[in-house]
């Protein structure tokens, strides 16, 4: 063999054996720090399912074969949600890369087109990251997506389920901070039993206000103790759950077998149906594995709960049913009570740590989501306050956080125990569930392009377990059951009306707005007098003129030399690269120096005040005008209102850019196109590289042979209006329900959405716009 090619076939051997390294490396290190973001929660509850599963009916008389039932339902409650049905099927399911309710619905829109969301429009079909698959040809699959896309009551009533399933989660951040400390503060009254009730309460509370006040510092500070906390919390677990298997009853293993779930039903009957209850707290948090996808990647999560966490809850649960096998009068307090004395003090730290760490996880859930609805046109605007520059994503918002700590504070105080808070947190844990079993049914049809044969078997089989827990949660609602109710009505009410009255502007916006025909005849003046400067007009059409240009342009005699007509969009895609980010048109003739811009933004992008956006839209402007050139000849023009280019970065066309490598490697490790992709890198890093501020230098290469005169003409105007300055145009809306219009309406229209619209951020300042550059212009909407 030629040496050369021996060492060349050696040096690409150890190139692959080191990148196998590499990737096993990274994969252990995303599994490892999934344990503190995705499983706190989960790892929390064998601290309260004995607890809340005894806590009624079945309490003061407990056997032995009670206990081994429960603990079979147990095993395979455990098996078949967590295990079967998120870590096999519906980690697959991921929106390249992302997960969560608002994922799955999201990628139905994409291939169903609903229609529901303002902005999935054609504008955003360009996005190359997101190229749909070609939909299914078969009878069936033509028929059903035909079926959801022609009926619009089908089409809300997605919309009602997806949000339903929202508001449960936004009501999980208060209810389980209430349950996990107060589970794990109530250990204290085992080791001293003549402490009153309300002392442990008094405890909770005071965890709870730090808890909640710490949230404006974000996690990163605290992050890196998270998975060792929770480590250290399933290794308790796990050690004292195989100490009991071997002390106390290592005979209870025959439990497993399905055959004590039918004879717990034979011999309990109704009252251990009711006790099912209880049961499904096993898996609270489960949700999380798919919700938290987007830090991770599939493998890493499944590796480190089929790994770790599923056998570490299994034998804490069995050891637990072991000690109760032999004391079955101390069912009140389970876990503490299985703990041997040595040992108690530290595993109630740990405990205790754990508890607090699975709150802070599901209250910044709770933030993420929100920040998802708005992105959607499905909640009223708030302030979004991102407390990292160096970790992607982190977000906090100072009205949830405070609503959510008064709602958790007063429910802790209100039920003092964990049986009622644990009724309503059963609740709302398997209406998430089953809301995403049954977008998980839509995907498989429409997404997937299975047959209907095994989309209805994964509903039935998952379906009717979660139907079953559901209907013996149900049962509870005069027990505490009813506060997940009654915060999922006020949470759907407040987004489903604000989504409608946003729907209802949108629409009276597209019906009036100002033909182009009527623009162009006005000239190239207008009508009126151009003054030196860029004025950008924000409206949420994508096409046409938005009618408080009309109403401006009627009314005042001057108007800036350059318009921009600017869109923010929020597509249905997790995120949007930067070089796919500007969309830009010409409209009317090049004399007219008007544009459009379309500036597109993901549902979990991250809208930073200190990316320029000033200076990088006319960077993008210039870049157009330069292209424009170029593809003149060609047979579609640049020319008109339908035509868009999209704009990227592209170095030494106007402008130097700083830092662009460094903002695309970010997105790059973001975006994916599968759930297996090494994701966030910077966010695994030790040291995190920050992301910078996008500085952009405006810079007009007049000398330059290869443009032409109007090219170099139009770059002048373009860098004379920007040293004039800019201004901005927006309506100040007022909308009213017709007088037609049914009372409902009118309630919703009149009241509710208009007192949300006062009282939530104006659009300027969510948009940092300067209130000295702004311009509002009144709008009466009836809708």
């Given at each position: ?276 209850g209880g049961v499904l707290l ?83 859930a709770t933030f993420s989501i ?65 809301v995403t079993t049954f977008l ?344």
């Amino acid at each position: 063999m030629d040496p050369e090619r021996a060492s060349s076939q050696q040096s690409s051997i150890g190139r692959f054996e080191y990148t196998e390294r590499a990737s096993i490396a990274v994969l252990l290190t995303l599994a490892y720090q999934s344990f503190g973001v995705v499983y706190g929660d989960l790892s929390v509850s064998p601290l309260y399912v004995f607890r809340a599963t005894f806590g009624d009916t079945l309490r003061n008389d407990v056997e032995e074969r009670e206990i081994m039932g429960v603990l079979c339902f147990i095993f395979w409650t455990l098996t078949l949600i967590p295990v079967i049905k998120y870590s096999f099927i519906v980690l697959s399911a991921h929106d390249n890369g992302e997960g969560g309710t608002f994922a799955l619905y999201a990628l139905l829109c994409r291939h169903l087109k609903l229609s529901l969301i303002l902005n999935q429009q054609a504008a955003d079909e360009e996005l190359s990251s997101y190229k749909l698959e070609q939909p299914t040809t078969s009878p069936r699959g033509v028929w059903f997506r035909h079926l959801l896309e022609k009926h619009k009551f089908l089409q809300n009533g997605l919309l009602i389920v997806v949000l339903l399933g929202t508001c449960m989660v936004i009501g999980d951040g208060a209810l389980t901070p209430a349950l996990s400390v107060l589970s794990a503060i109530s250990g204290i009254r085992v080791a001293a039993p003549h402490l009153h009730e309300n002392v442990t309460v008094a405890v909770a509370c005071c965890i709870l206000v730090l808890l909640f006040g710490l949230q404006h510092m974000g996690t990163r500070r605290v992050s890196r103790l998270f998975a060792p906390i929770i480590l250290a919390w399933l290794l308790c677990n796990a050690s004292i759950g195989m100490y009991n298997l071997i002390t106390w009853n290592p005979s209870i293993l025959k439990a497993l077998s399905p055959y004590y779930m039918y004879y717990f039903f034979k011999m309990d009957g109704k009252e251990g149906w009711i006790a099912l209850g209880g049961v499904l707290l096993c898996i609270t948090g489960a949700e999380a594995m798919y919700a938290d996808l987007g830090h991770f990647s599939r493998k890493s999560v499944k590796l480190a709960f089929v790994g770790v966490v599923y056998p570490s809850l299994l034998i804490g649960y069995i050891g637990q049913a072991a000690y109760l096998s032999k004391h079955l009068n101390e069912v009140d307090h389970a876990f503490f009570k299985s703990v041997p004395r040595p040992v108690f003090w530290p595993v109630f730290v740990v405990a205790t740590l754990a508890s607090i760490v699975g709150s802070q996880a599901v209250i910044s859930a709770t933030f993420s989501i929100i920040n998802q609805c708005m992105a959607l046109g499905c909640f009223p605007r708030v302030k979004v306050v991102h407390t990292s520059n160096q970790v992607y994503g982190q977000v906090y918002i100072p009205e949830i956080n405070w609503i959510m700590f008064i709602l958790c504070l007063t429910l802790t105080i209100s039920f003092q125990n964990t049986i009622d808070i644990g009724n309503a947190y059963g609740i709302a844990v398997i209406i998430v569930m089953l809301v995403t079993t049954f977008l998980m049914t839509l995907v498989i049809i429409t997404v997937w392009q299975c047959s209907i044969f095994w989309a209805l078997c994964f509903f039935a089989v998952f379906g009717c377990i979660e139907l079953l827990y559901l209907s013996t949660a149900f049962f509870k609602v005069p027990k505490g059951g009813w506060v997940p109710l009654v915060l999922a009505g006020v949470f759907m009410s407040i987004m489903y009306v604000w989504h409608y009255g946003t729907t209802k502007k949108y629409e009276y916006d597209f019906q009036n707005k100002v033909s182009m025909k009527w623009l162009l005849n006005l000239g190239p003046s207008l009508g009126i007098v151009r003054v030196p400067g860029i004025g950008l007009i924000y409206t949420d059409l994508v096409s046409g003129v938005p009618a408080i240009f009309s109403h401006f342009v009627t009314n005042l005699p001057a108007f800036h030399e350059v318009l921009v007509f600017v869109c923010m969009k929020s597509a249905p895609v997790p995120y949007v690269s930067q070089h796919e980010r500007y969309l830009i048109g010409r409209i009317g003739p090049k004399n007219y120096h008007m544009y459009r811009c379309i500036v597109r933004y993901g549902y979990k992008d991250v809208r930073r005040d200190e990316d320029d956006f000033e200076n990088q839209l006319i960077a993008n402007l210039a870049e157009f005008i330069q292209r424009e050139e170029a593809t003149s000849s060609n047979e579609h023009s640049f020319e008109g209102d339908r035509h868009l280019a999209v704009m990227g970065t592209t170095p030494g066309l106007l402008f130097n850019s700083l830092s662009d490598r460094r903002e695309e490697s970010i997105k790059s490790s973001v975006i994916s196109n599968n759930g297996d992709s090494l994701q966030l890198q910077e966010w695994l890093s030790s040291s995190p590289r920050p992301i910078h501020k996008r500085r952009v230098h405006f810079d007009i290469p007049m000398s330059e042979a290869h443009h032409s005169t109007d090219v170099r003409k139009e770059l002048s105007v373009l860098a004379k209006a920007r040293e004039a300055g800019l201004a901005y145009m927006m309506s100040h809306s007022y909308v009213k329900a017709k007088k037609s219009s049914n009372f409902l309406k009118k309630c919703a229209i009149d009241y509710m959405y208009t007192f949300l619209r006062k009282n939530s951020r104006d659009p300027a300042v969510v948009l940092n716009i300067p209130h000295t550059s702004l311009i509002e212009v009144g709008m009466f909407y009836y809708v």
